[in-house]
């Protein structure tokens, strides 16, 4: 009689005390199904319903002394989840103190029975198709480095440019063929070609829908559409799942997506490129809180793949890896966008309608980038000034596209709403936001086509023309050939956010909007003459970023340090942290701040919250993660916290490992 083997089984369930592997003994009928990877069912407890989970590995001996439970069953045969990909999440979840199931719902998209079944019937057919050789292929343009081997990061030329994409290939492409592209996509191109070349895959990260379209066009223009593995965040799922077992096939492929493509299980990665990791869209904002660039720099990490951090500027993040020798700049020289900044006064000066009025002389077309869709920033009491809040939610309130007031956070109408502090319901309006700055701008130009872009107006792309384009920080549509003008309204509020990384985000901001400018185009960044703007109109992308990353140091704010956060009770937040600064032998290593109060959550549990900030060092942070993750585990033993507003029960203590909003 053969040995029984073992599977060891990740058990997909949200309880964080069941976050380990369980053995189970596999029957005789299961042995060639189940491999590491798969998905089974599983008897767990004195539950009649069987759990889910996933085969890590199979062994010939359990450390458990008692009698094992057989497997229950086989779900799919495909190894979804392959050891590769277990040791990421796993390492990704250790470090954020999650768990491995937070991980696979985001990593692993849900089974579609039809998509897989068509994907197993051509397995055969995959394999006598063969691999293509791509190794002849090869796009030059002026500044690509002469290649992109190692852990690097670049600041791409923020304009359109002419690429040559040579190649020799009959099946492929017969001849060069010349193309003009944003320098970004043809960074990311090459770098994927120089994979393919390799017989390897490559894995380009874009922060949002516009990017990956813009991207999947250009790579379609080339002819590498057919070895596309796109995980659009648009689509549905039976598309993103298959895509998923895509990037399961031996042959080389170049996976693109947003967050999720950084999980792609592909068989031989060859690199990974990370395009604006600035973007707050690559932060994951549910439970761990996990940005990708950290996800990508662990996956580097396990598999010494190539890495690649590309933008028009640079974050704090990258900075520091760069200051610290554990990324290269491999940054081409190129002559800086012609940008003029003026002096703060009138929203919209004379120095900007110059520019709009001989863009349109020229048959061109003007970008304006403001920093609020809606009619009105924000609403104000005509009595005593007060910012009108909701009656719901406290939030802030704005005058959207239809002239009604609503809410900035939770988005319900508000008429008639009595001020907080003195009771009048009359209201002014604040500054004007995408719709009216668009009214008011087509006054000022008869004859010109307006367009506003913004979250809800979606447009990507526009005609060549007489064009006059209003859209919010990220929405900007592009056109061919760029704008011949680039105007930047609201840019201090944007730079004067309450938030630790405003300086980095409004830089980051302007500076994509100032990549959709023509070669010949120019800029005026309205009321921007301060510091920071005489910085961004040298294009000093260098010396803001490392000018920043200096005064987080100075202070010990993050990414100098680590910050993490605990919300909750007080009494239970206190057992937490108590006694955590001694955790390392290290002096200073970890530092309690707080507490501090967040407000009360309602009257479904009138108690209020409280946060504590832990700031700590990087070398601490695997033990710290451990650590806290078991002292919130037996904090939240039997203690609930009720949202106010859903009245859905979640865990009483909260833990972010990583807290982007500590400041």
């Known amino acids: 009689m053969p040995p029984v083997r073992i599977a060891r089984v990740a058990v997909e369930s949200p309880l964080p005390q069941l976050d380990r592997l369980f053995d189970y003994a596999i029957p005789s009928e299961l042995n060639d199904a189940c491999v590491p990877g798969v998905r089974v069912t599983i008897p767990f407890g004195k539950s009649l319903n069987p759990l889910d989970g996933y085969v890590v590995e199979v062994v010939e001996s359990s450390s458990f002394d008692g009698q094992l439970n057989l497997l229950g069953s086989v779900i799919s045969a495909v190894p979804v989840l392959p050891p590769s990909s277990y040791h990421l999440l796993r390492a990704l979840a250790d470090r954020q103190a999650g768990t491995l199931t937070e991980l696979t719902k985001l990593a692993v998209p849900r089974r579609s029975v039809r998509v897989e079944k068509a994907w197993l019937a051509a397995a055969d057919q995959r394999q006598s198709a063969g691999v293509q050789d791509l190794a002849a292929q090869r796009l030059d343009f ?3 480095p002469t290649s992109y081997d190692g852990r690097n990061t670049l600041l791409a030329e923020p304009r359109e440019i002419a690429t040559s994409l040579k190649a020799s290939e009959a099946h492929f492409l017969d001849k060069a063929t010349e193309n003009q592209l944003q320098a970004w996509i043809a960074h990311l191109v090459a770098f994927s070609l120089e994979q393919l070349g390799r ?58 997506g947003s967050r999720a493509a950084a999980f792609a299980p592909v068989t031989r990665l060859g690199g990974i490129a990370v395009w604006d990791d600035a973007d707050p869209n690559l932060l994951e904002p549910t439970a761990p809180y996990f940005h990708t660039r950290d996800l990508v720099l662990l996956r580097q990490q396990q598999t010494n793949c190539q890495l690649l951090f590309a933008g028009h500027s640079r974050s704090t993040e990258v900075q520091r890896l760069v200051e610290l020798g554990y990324l290269g700049d491999i940054s081409a020289i190129f002559a800086p966008p012609k940008i003029a900044v003026t002096d703060p006064g009138l929203r919209v000066d004379s120095t900007s309608y110059q520019a709009a009025r001989e863009a349109f002389e020229a048959g061109g077309a003007v970008l304006v980038q403001v920093a609020n869709t809606g009619h009105s920033t924000g ?60 009214a008011e701008l087509g006054k000022a130009f008869p004859g010109v086509n307006v367009i506003e872009a913004n979250g809800d107006q979606r447009v990507e792309q526009i005609k060549p023309g007489k064009r006059l384009v209003v859209a919010t920080p990220g929405a900007e549509p592009a056109i061919p050939g760029g704008y011949a003008a680039v105007i930047i309204l609201d840019g201090q509020r944007l730079a004067s956010r309450d938030t630790l990384r405003a300086t980095e985000q409004a830089v980051n901001l302007w500076s994509n909007a100032v990549s959709l400018m023509a070669p010949g185009g120019r800029c005026v960044g309205v009321g921007l003459a301060t510091e920071i703007g005489r910085r961004f109109a040298l294009w000093d992308q260098r010396g803001i970023a490392a000018a920043e990353l200096a005064n987080r140091r100075e202070l010990r704010f993050p990414p100098h340090c680590r910050m993490a956060s605990v919300a909750g009770p007080r009494d239970l937040l206190d057992t937490v942290v108590a006694n955590l600064s001694q955790f390392s032998d290290k002096p200073d290593a970890i530092e309690v701040l707080g507490p501090l109060l967040q407000g009360d959550t309602g009257p479904a549990l009138p108690d209020p919250v409280w946060r504590y900030l832990i700031r700590y060092e990087y070398s601490v942070g695997e033990n710290l993660a451990k650590e806290l993750k078991a002292r919130v585990l037996i904090a939240n033993a039997g203690n609930r916290s009720i949202n106010a507003k859903s009245g859905r029960a979640s865990r009483a203590v909260k833990l972010r490992m990583d807290d982007s909003e500590v400041i």
């Open 379 to 438: 609403t104000y009491c005509q009595s005593c000034g007060e910012r009108s809040r909701c009656r719901t939610c406290n939030g802030p309130l704005f005058v959207d596209s239809k002239q009604t007031p609503r809410c900035r956070w939770c988005s319900a109408i508000n008429l008639g709403v009595p001020c907080h502090a003195c009771g009048d319901t009359r209201t002014r309006q604040g500054v004007a936001g995408s719709t009216r700055t668009a």
């Open 142 to 144: 002026a500044g690509r």
């Open 199 to 256: 017989g390897a895959s490559a894995i380009l990260v874009v922060p949002d829908f516009r990017d990956q379209n813009r991207l999947m066009a250009a790579l379609d223009l080339v002819g590498l559409s057919s070895v596309v593995a796109h995980f659009g965040t648009d689509q549905t799922n039976s598309l993103r799942y298959g895509a998923y077992l895509r990037s399961l096939e031996a042959s080389p492929c170049i996976v693109l």
